[in-house]
């Protein structure tokens, strides 16, 4: 095989710390031969112009499983190993697309799958293997339910082909030989319960300490080591003082086994991703309440596990231990970590801003208003219900819900006139009704938009009762937050106007941040226009804060009222128009 020289690209290079250009590479077979920031002269080698892409490192996850293609394990007891090994190539393919270049496999993955990647059969990345994870009966690498008895062989399918159950001494000892006979580069023990296994809590102490030792020995012997899955400080403490070398999860590490972790060269693997991707998306791929019950207990920890582990000195690798459907989250560990928070930032505020460019959103008009109010033929449907339990509280609910609907086909209303009256108008002149995404008001006026014909947009962040985003945003233009502030950097970034409608706190933190931005002048001047009059002058006085001396008379002019949304955009009509 020909050199290969690399030429126009922009270098990421750690240990720089920043992107460079002007850089050229040369690869001979698996070597970087020479990297240099001077023209690089060779006569045999094929050039490759990148286009002035990034040229990067390989990426590195100490943490896969490429044969578990389901969140659900148990799902994979009526999968053949043909179907199994089909899916996991495509899952492979997606890693080495997302540029990771090694992985490691923490229980499932076989010498065949590695053989069929080193020999070039399939694209992924190249494999470090622990074949079937070992675990005691009752453990996290036992998903049997509970009216199975005994075991199959391994052959009858991909849930029992992944997974091994030893208990006693003799069949620890076992287990491990066959899976360094089997080709296994480290070997997988489970020493506490699991998240995604149905009967162990998470506190459970899996297998003896004379079986550790065992598995540490036999691994020693064959010139391999063992990497336990461990949760809570005392199945951490354990594994350390049995000579197990990494430690996967370690969530509830506390600063007594960190610093064992330490003493003992220990390493841990973090995996932040899956616990935040299950929480968003497992239930809807099976995943049931008491899994989803172990992976709340277990995902404020991580974060702190990372904070720990750095200061006692553990060494801390990149692992995603994502499952099945959500393998696609593989790229976001990186920003969970606190060392990216910063990157995370920038992008997030750097993605919306020029995806909004490119589809020509240039100014926006910002509605905001309660998510928890609905059209009114969800409320009158809601109101039969509660009248025919005959429960006072709840019929009381409902007529209440009944009669707020109305701001919910008002804002509807309102996005219908701003996406009619703009559809015409100059590129340069339009403007496109933008919401925080949710139900309510929100998902109201992306209606109106949607059923106009037009285009509108949805930033939206997961808060109760907000989920997901309406199905009425454009789906090109809806973007979702993690962090409030830059979120509401958006909303300001194009604004032409806020209109409020009735609504709780969220949507006075909104109206009270815009106001008292134009206020202090660091924001120029919008029309902030209040819609249902009653409603906001029953909820707070502003002239009690000019009596005070707290604002002046000149800013109750900040924002006006209105009762229909005709006037509404009369109102923003009437301010460009003046000025």
């Given amino acids: 095989m020909a050199p290969l020289l690399f030429r126009n690209f922009q270098l990421l290079e750690p240990d720089f710390g920043e992107v460079r250009a002007g850089y050229e590479l040369l690869v001979e077979g698996e070597t970087i031969r020479e990297l240099s920031d001077s023209p690089i002269r060779s006569d045999s080698a094929e050039v490759i112009d990148c286009g002035g892409r990034t040229l990067m490192p390989g990426l590195i996850d100490s943490h896969v499983h490429v044969f578990l293609s389901e969140v659900v394990i148990r799902s994979m007891e009526s999968m053949p190993l043909t179907l199994m090994t089909a899916r996991a190539i495509g899952l492979m393919k997606g890693m080495i697309d997302r540029g990771f270049t090694t992985v490691r496999d923490t229980g499932g993955a076989d010498w065949g799958i590695k053989e069929a990647v080193e020999k070039g059969h399939v694209s992924a990345p190249r494999l470090f293997i622990a074949g079937q994870a070992i675990g005691p009966t009752g453990g996290h690498s036992d998903p049997r339910r509970r009216t199975d008895f005994g075991s199959r062989c391994n052959c009858c399918n991909a849930m029992a082909y992944t997974m091994n159950v030893s208990d006693g001494v003799s069949s620890v000892r ?14 997988k023990i489970m020493m506490s319960g699991g998240v995604a296994s149905p009967y162990d809590p998470l506190d459970s102490l899996q297998f003896s300490l004379d079986e550790v030792r065992t598995a540490v020995e036999e691994a020693a012997a064959f010139g391999r080591y063992v990497c336990a899955h461990a949760y809570t400080p005392e199945a951490i403490t354990r594994a350390a003082q049995c000579g197990v070398r990494a430690i996967e999860h370690g969530n509830l590490i506390d600063e007594a086994s960190a610093k064992l972790m330490a003493e003992k060269g220990m390493f841990l693997t973090a995996n932040l991703v ?5 929480k968003e998306r497992a239930a809807e791929f099976g995943m049931n309440g008491d899994m989803l019950a172990k992976n709340d207990l277990v995902i404020d920890g991580g974060l702190r596990s990372l904070e720990i582990c750095k200061r006692a000195g553990v060494p801390v690798a990149y692992g995603s231990d994502l499952l099945g459907q959500l393998q696609v989250d593989q790229s976001r560990e990186f920003l969970l970590r606190r060392e990216t928070r910063g990157i995370r930032f920038q992008l997030e505020l750097l993605k919306p801003d020029l995806a909004q460019h490119e589809q020509g959103i240039e100014n926006t008009v910002v509605v905001f208003g309660s998510a928890r109010f609905c059209s009114e033929d969800s409320a009158r449907e809601l109101l039969a219900q509660a009248e025919a339990t005959q429960d006072a509280a709840a019929i009381a609910r409902a007529r209440t819900l009944l009669r707020n609907a109305r701001y919910y086909e008002a804002a509807r209303a309102f996005g219908g006139l701003v996406a009619r009256h703009c559809a015409d108008l100059p590129a340069k002149e339009q403007l496109f009704v933008c919401t925080g995404g949710g139900p309510g008001i929100m998902e109201a006026a992306n209606r109106g938009v949607h059923e106009a014909g037009g285009r509108s947009v949805g930033l939206s962040i997961a808060l109760p009762r907000e989920e997901a985003p309406n199905p009425y945003i454009t789906p090109s233009l809806s973007f979702k937050f993690h962090y409030f502030a830059l979120r509401k950097m958006h909303f300001m970034m194009r604004a032409k106007a ?15 941040e815009t106001i008292t931005l134009i206020q202090t002048q660091k924001a120029k001047p919008v029309p902030v226009i209040l819609l249902g009059t009653d409603y906001w002058k029953r909820l707070f006085n502003p002239q009690v804060l000019v009596e005070e001396g707290a604002i002046s008379e000149a800013d109750l002019g900040l924002f006006q009222y209105v009762d229909e949304p005709e006037a509404a955009w009369g109102a923003i009509q009437a301010f460009y128009k003046a000025g």
Avoid at 178 to 186: I, K, N, P, V
Avoid at 498 to 512: K, S
């Fill in 274 to 278: 899956a616990y935040y991707a299950m």
């Fill in 174 to 187: 076992k287990s491990v030989r066959e899976q360094m006979r089997l080709g296994a580069d480290h070997i």
């Fill in 498 to 512: 806020l209109v409020a409608f009735p609504g709780g706190f969220g949507t006075l933190d909104e109206l009270f």
